[in-house]
C-alpha cells in the first residue's frame, strides 16, 4: 500500500510570496489533516477535512492560509502571502475515519523556509 | 485548548535500560491518548494508544494511563541506541477527534 504523498519536499520563498502543497492520501481513507510543526514543537492541527468537507478548521489563520480538498482525495495546502513566522514542516496525514481507533498515516512532510 | 506538556529533553540513558517518558495533561475530560516517535527530519510514526486507565503492553513498549492523576507515560524496556528520537504524547480533542500533540521529549541511547 502506498503511503501518503506529499510535494514538494522543501521550498524556500521570500516572505509576502505565495506558496502551495500537495498532499495525495492513501486509497480510501475518508480523514484528511494538515499540520504545522515548528522545530521544537510538536504538530499542530490546521485543518481537517472528512472526505471533501472541513471538520475543523479553528486554528488554520484563515487571512492568509486556505486549503481544499476537491473530490474527497487530493489536497492542497496555499499560503499568501507568507511570512517569516511561517517556516515550518508541514505535514500532511490521513486516517479511516474520523476517531482516535484509526491510525493516521503521516506523509513525509514539506519543509517551508521563509526568508 | 487543552494542553499537553512533556519535558524536552534530552532523556539520556545507556544501552538496555528502561527509558521512562511521562506526558501530563489538563483537561480531565481527555479519554484517549497517544505516543508517536519522529526520528530526525521524518514525520511521526504511532507507536501505541491508550484508552483506558492502567498499563498496555507491547513488545518493548508499555503505556501507562492514570486520569485522575492526568498523566499518561511510556515504558521503552531494554532501550536500543535505534530507540533514539522525539517522543511526542498526544491526545484526542473533542468532538472533531482531532489530535493535540506535545512538543515531544528528546531521547538519547547511549552504546
Known amino acids: 500500500e502506498a503511503g501518503v504523498a506529499q510535494s514538494p519536499r522543501y521550498k524556500i520563498i521570500e516572505k509576502r510570496q505565495s506558496v502551495a502543497f500537495w498532499c495525495n492520501p492513501i486509497s480510501g481513507h475518508a480523514t484528511l489533516y494538515w499540520y504545522q510543526q515548528i522545530l521544537g514543537q510538536g504538530p499542530k492541527l490546521l485543518i481537517q477535512?472528512?472526505?471533501?468537507?472541513?471538520?475543523?478548521d479553528s486554528q488554520l489563520p484563515k487571512d492568509r492560509f486556505s486549503a481544499e480538498r476537491l473530490k474527497g482525495v487530493d489536497s492542497t495546502l496555499k499560503i499568501q502571502p507568507a511570512k517569516l513566522e511561517d517556516s515550518a514542516v508541514y505535514l500532511c496525514?490521513?486516517?479511516?475515519?474520523?476517531?482516535?481507533?484509526?491510525?493516521?498515516?503521516f506523509g513525509p512532510g514539506t519543509r517551508l523556509t521563509v526568508t | 485548548q487543552k494542553e499537553v506538556e512533556q519535558n524536552s529533553g534530552p532523556l539520556s540513558v545507556p544501552e538496555g535500560a528502561i527509558a521512562s517518558l511521562n506526558c501530563t495533561y489538563s483537561d480531565r475530560g481527555s479519554q484517549s491518548f497517544f505516543w508517536y516517535r519522529q526520528y530526525s527530519g521524518k514525520s511521526p510514526e504511532l507507536i501505541m494508544f491508550?484508552?483506558?486507565?492502567g498499563d498496555k503492553e507491547d513488545g518493548r513498549f508499555t503505556a501507562q494511563l492514570n486520569k485522575a492523576s492526568q498523566y499518561v507515560s511510556l515504558l521503552i524496556r531494554d532501550s536500543q541506541p535505534s530507540d533514539s528520537a522525539t517522543y511526542l504524547c498526544a491526545l484526542e480533542g473533542d468532538s472533531s477527534y482531532k489530535l493535540i500533540f506535545g512538543s515531544g521529549t528528546r531521547l538519547l541511547v547511549r552504546p
Open positions: 491508550i484508552y483506558s486507565n
Open positions: 477535512f472528512q472526505n471533501n468537507g472541513v471538520v475543523d
Open positions: 496525514a490521513s486516517s479511516l475515519g474520523r476517531t482516535g481507533s484509526y491510525e493516521q498515516d
